[in-house]
Every structure is written in structure tokens, then in C-alpha cells.
């Protein structure tokens, strides 16, 4: 299982630029790299997904450089309601896959 | 699409008696669920995997004779705490893999989970 890194928590203030680094050392070559966003008293929600280079949604875009090792969440002009903790998972659906969660970041964006 | 609904969101029970937790895929099938538990300020802790038609596979140290887990049909998937205990009050979340669409992997879809409350 790749182990993931990530900074225990973040602040920022609304209309920033948010960049969340997860450390995922161990990564298998048939492993995606996806992050989700949870609220307190919540089920964590899906944001993006990734296998290399850049991916872009409409809420987030996510940077996996070549060696695949790490990965960055950047949140682009940040408000309030993006006040929460960011997991990143790393894996792949299939029969053996155990989704395991890190620490997570939590993210405090401020007025 | 790939909404998955679990219910209820909150119980309270008294301590000795049993809870079940459903959790259902509302718009796909789903073989395989996972079930979580997550305590106040921590991350979500993997109790054990759900497949369909077959045992449910736990994590070290949860024991299965305690979180009994039923995944009947692709959609539906149940946690019974049995004789809970105070120590047992938490929030519980599950997830599902839904069917990917396209060349992609399949993210985890989860419900809103179900706070557990043993007095």
C-alpha cells in the first residue's frame, strides 16, 4: 500500500490560491492518485483525479510531476466554504484495493 | 450520478442493544463497499471491505463478531453493531466503488455517514 504524506494543517484567506502537497513515495505504476474534501459530520466528496502530469476541473486541478512520487491539490481563489480537511488516496480499483486514508490537511481559509 | 445514501444519519441507543447501519448505491451497482469509522478529529479508519455475496474482510483488530456485515445485493450493504457499548459511539461512513466511465480508475463514493451515539 503507498503510504501519503501531507501537511497536518493549512490557512489561508478567501481569494487565494491554495496548493495542498501530498508525498506518496511508493506509488505503484498501476495506482491513480485522487483526493477528496470533507465537512465536519460529513462523508468525504470526490474532487479530481490523476495518474501523471495535469488535470483540471472545475473546482481543482491537480499536478503530478514524472516520477509520480508526490502530488499538489491547487485550489484557485479559495472562499470560506472551502474550510475543510483534504485527503489524497492513492491507489487502484480492483479486487485487492484496501482504500486506506492518511492524516489529511486541514484547511482553514479565513475573511 | 453515482450517489450512495446511508441511513439513518444519526442514532442513539442504549448500551447492550444493537444498531444497523445501511448503506445503499442509489444509481449503480456496486460488488464491492467499504466501512469506515472516524472519532472526533481523525481521519477515517478502514473497519472492513463488503462484497457482494460473500464474508465482508476486516481490518486488524475490528472485530467481525462485534461489526457484523451483510452485502445482500449490489446495492445494499449493512453494519450491525452489536451489543454497543459507549466506547462504540462514533461516526460511521461508507463508500463504494462505482463502475468507471471510460479508461479511468473508479473513485470512492461515499455516503454522509451515520453519527452513533451509546449511552
Known amino acids: 500500500l503507498a503510504k501519503t504524506t501531507q501537511p497536518i494543517s493549512m490557512d489561508s484567506y478567501e481569494g487565494q490560491e491554495v496548493n495542498i502537497t501530498c508525498s506518496h513515495n511508493?506509488?505503484?505504476?498501476?495506482?491513480?492518485i485522487t483526493w477528496y474534501q470533507q465537512f465536519p459530520s460529513q462523508g468525504p466528496r470526490f474532487i479530481i483525479q490523476?495518474?501523471?502530469t495535469k488535470v483540471t476541473n472545475e473546482v481543482a486541478s491537480l499536478f503530478i510531476p514524472a516520477d509520480r512520487k508526490s502530488s499538489t491539490l491547487s485550489l484557485p481563489r479559495v472562499s470560506l466554504s472551502d474550510t475543510a480537511v483534504y485527503y489524497c488516496?492513492?491507489?487502484?480499483?480492483?479486487?485487492?484495493?484496501?482504500?486506506?486514508f492518511g492524516r489529511g490537511t486541514s484547511l482553514i481559509v479565513h475573511p | 450520478g453515482a450517489v450512495v445514501s446511508q441511513h439513518p444519519s444519526w442514532v442513539i441507543c442504549k448500551s447492550g442493544t444493537s444498531v444497523k447501519i445501511e448503506c445503499r448505491s442509489l444509481?449503480?451497482?456496486?460488488?464491492?463497499m467499504f466501512w469506515y469509522r472516524q472519532f472526533p478529529k481523525q481521519s477515517l479508519m478502514l473497519m472492513a471491505t463488503?462484497?457482494?455475496?460473500?464474508?465482508?474482510?476486516?481490518e486488524q483488530g475490528v472485530e467481525k463478531d462485534k461489526f457484523l456485515i451483510n452485502h445482500a445485493s449490489l446495492t445494499l450493504s449493512t453494519l450491525t453493531v452489536t451489543s454497543a457499548h459507549p466506547e462504540d459511539s462514533s461516526f460511521y461512513i461508507c463508500?463504494?466503488?462505482?463502475?468507471?466511465?471510460?479508461?479511468?480508475?473508479?473513485?470512492?463514493?461515499f455516503g454522509n455517514g451515520t453519527r452513533l451515539t451509546v449511552t
Open positions: 511508493n506509488i505503484a505504476t498501476n495506482d491513480y
Open positions: 463508500s463504494a466503488i462505482a463502475p468507471a466511465r471510460g479508461p479511468t480508475n473508479s473513485p470512492l463514493h
Open positions: 463488503s462484497n457482494e455475496g460473500s464474508k465482508a474482510t476486516y
Open positions: 488516496l492513492v491507489g487502484a480499483s480492483g479486487g485487492s484495493y484496501i482504500p486506506t
Open positions: 444509481d449503480f451497482q456496486a460488488t464491492t
Open positions: 490523476g495518474y501523471k
